[in-house]
């Protein structure tokens, strides 16, 4: 091969190589981006009176004497909104039966509207959740949710050649020549001044519960319970797999029995996540009986087998890139074989295996399938060190499913899921971000 063809070789393979990059890169940009803003928004984002009013009573925080100055500021101009309904409902009573008959159904759905903007009505019954409890307490869905209020959906299909289209139409015009007519105005143009809306940080969404199924409230339990998962997973795990790198690197003979073993680790780093899952429910709880059904302790044994070829994989790589010159310095001062490994070889390989150690916790907090079967729910409190060997526990990684595709109300709260997701993903990125800060400062210590 000549020179110049070799270099046109050398340049087509670095930018093919840059090129990779950057696509990387950008696809990562495309994921990550949606969810930092849209999480952040969990955080950070205008709320309402209402928020204010669930802060105080669902977890006593805020300032009573100022929410009851708000309170009492929003009622003064809902007051108007409720006389109005008022004199509606007795202008319905006055009317002939086929015009009550036609108003009855669409003044629900203006009280059903109001009811999810400002929160329960005059009159209607204690609601036993939660989430009626209080109107919006986001601006951006109480603006949502005020469009509601203000038009009905319509659909156009005098176009059979078209699908359906949807337009909107005001309210108001169903309601011309009643006294309701005025209503939906004076809703629109103090709407700011019914529900106060303001800048919010609200740093619960990392240190409370939920309440009534993350419509309000935080994340923490789940936060809690991820952590307990990757961290026990760790604890069975890390300490397995440096050994089995050790037989593998330095006792190890080649032959059948140590071909089978290495055969069934590579084996083992291929199987699907959700097959742990079921061996953990089979194995562990229903033979070993660890737990009497989801558990703690049986998620955490579930994914320490599924990490486990991992670490052994990149304690055994450590172990290896250890030079020989360290191993014939120890031996010939007279050092065991066990103790040139405990003192000379595995210090020497510590960088590399900490971070496949740090990497595989990290895999750990962030897997679904195979804690779904041995140990998360969907919903549960923050649990103690004493509840891991009977307790399940909420992970994020689970709910961040649950909430997005089985919570029966999963598009009014979006911000919960992002906000999740967000959360999981500073989990991971801080893991392998102190893997690479433990590899540097170990090695700078063995160099001296």
């Known amino acids: 091969m000549n020179l110049g063809t070799r270099k046109i070789l050398d340049r087509s393979f670095t930018a093919l190589g840059i090129g990779s990059i950057v696509i990387m890169a950008l696809a990562l940009m495309i994921v990550i981006v949606p ?5 952040i928004g969990a955080l950070f984002f205008t709320g309402t009176v209402e928020h ?39 202008e319905l009573e006055t009317m002939a039966p086929e015009k009550k008959r036609e108003y009855q159904p669409k003044y629900t759905e203006v009280r059903t509207a109001l009811q999810a903007l400002l929160g329960p009505l ?22 949502a949710k005020l469009h509601d209020l203000l038009y009905e959906v319509k659909w156009d299909n005098s176009d059979p050649n078209v699908m359906s289209k949807e337009y909107f139409v005001s309210r ?12 939906f105005p004076y809703v629109e143009n103090n709407i700011s001044k019914m529900l106060l809306p303001e800048f919010t940080f609200y740093w619960g969404f990392i240190t409370d519960s939920s309440v009534d199924s993350h419509f309000f409230g935080g994340i923490w339990p789940e936060i809690q319970g991820t952590f307990f998962l990757a961290v026990g997973a760790m604890l069975f ?27 069934a680790n590579s084996t083992l780093a291929g199987v699907p996540s ?25 998620g955490a044994l579930t994914l320490a087998i599924m990490i486990l070829p991992t670490i052994i994989r990149a304690a055994e790589e450590a172990i290896l890139a250890v030079p020989k010159t360290y191993r014939e310095a120890s031996l010939s001062l007279g050092s065991t074989k066990w103790n040139t490994i405990v003192t000379v070889i595995l210090p020497a390989a510590l960088p590399g295996i900490l971070t496949g150690g740090v990497i595989s916790l990290g895999r750990a907090a962030g897997e679904t399938a195979p804690i779904i079967f041995t140990a998360a729910v969907s919903v549960g409190s923050a649990i103690g060190l004493a509840d891991v060997f009977s307790s399940p526990t909420p992970a994020l990684s689970w709910n961040i499913y649950n909430l997005a595709s089985e919570h029966e109300a999963a598009a009014q709260i979006r911000h919960v899921q992002y906000g999740m997701a967000l959360a999981l993903v500073s989990i991971v990125l801080l893991l392998n971000l102190s893997a690479i800060v433990l590899r540097a400062r170990i090695s700078k210590k063995l160099k001296g």
């Open 52 to 90: 204010r009013k669930m802060l105080f009573h669902e977890f006593k925080r805020g300032d009573s004497q100022k929410l009851t100055e708000e309170s009492a500021s929003a009622e003064r101009y809902r007051a108007k909104v409720y006389e109005m309904l008022s004199g509606f409902e007795a």
């Open 35 to 39: 969810i930092v803003t849209n999480g």
């Open 122 to 143: 005059p009159g209607d019954p204690e609601p036993m959740l939660t989430r009626f409890k209080y109107g919006q307490t986001r601006w951006e869905k109480a603006e």
């Open 172 to 183: 108001a015009i169903s309601f011309e020549g009643t006294s309701l007519v005025k209503l």
């Open 274 to 298: 959700i097959v742990f899952g079921m061996f953990g429910l089979a194995f562990f709880i229903n033979t070993l009986k660890v737990s009497e059904s989801k558990s703690v302790i049986a």
């Open 237 to 263: 795990a890390f300490p397995l797999g440096v050994i089995a790198a050790v037989y593998f690197t330095e006792y190890a003979r080649p032959g059948f029995f140590n071909s089978m073993l290495r055969s």
